[in-house]
């Protein structure tokens, strides 16, 4: 069963960082692409940035020089780097895999 699981989101400050991870399992990690997407109250979700399996990687205009998405293929782990946050940024963030696979989402929320 194909399953993804985020951590890491939370209250961080403008300007702060943080990390978010996606545990995959259920299928053949390493051979996929990955994404992050992003869904914030009342707005369309959008994708932040995706990641093949030859480490090519895509971004969202808004985040480009901020974030970076990277994988561990040993961990079959996703994660994405999330520097310079801005109020904007504020979204539940997920995970997206193959099969249609989705996580669960975590929150993010850039306050002062």
């Known amino acids: 069963q194909v399953q993804l699981v985020e951590s890491g989101g939370g209250l961080v400050q403008p300007g702060g960082s943080l990390r978010l991870s996606c545990a995959a399992s259920?299928?053949?990690?390493?051979?996929?692409?990955m994404a992050w997407y992003r869904q914030a109250p009342g707005k369309q979700r959008e994708l932040v940035a995706s990641?093949?399996?030859?480490?090519?990687?895509n971004y969202l205009d808004s985040v480009k020089g901020r974030f970076t998405i990277s994988r561990s293929n040993s961990k079959n782990t996703v994660y994405l780097q999330m520097n310079m946050l801005k109020p904007e940024d504020t979204a539940v963030y997920l995970c997206?895999?193959?099969?249609?696979?989705w996580g669960q989402g975590t929150l993010v929320n850039v306050s002062s």
């Open positions: 997206a895999g193959p099969f249609n696979a």
């Open positions: 259920g299928f053949r990690f390493s051979i996929y692409a």
């Open positions: 990641i093949t399996s030859g480490l090519n990687t």
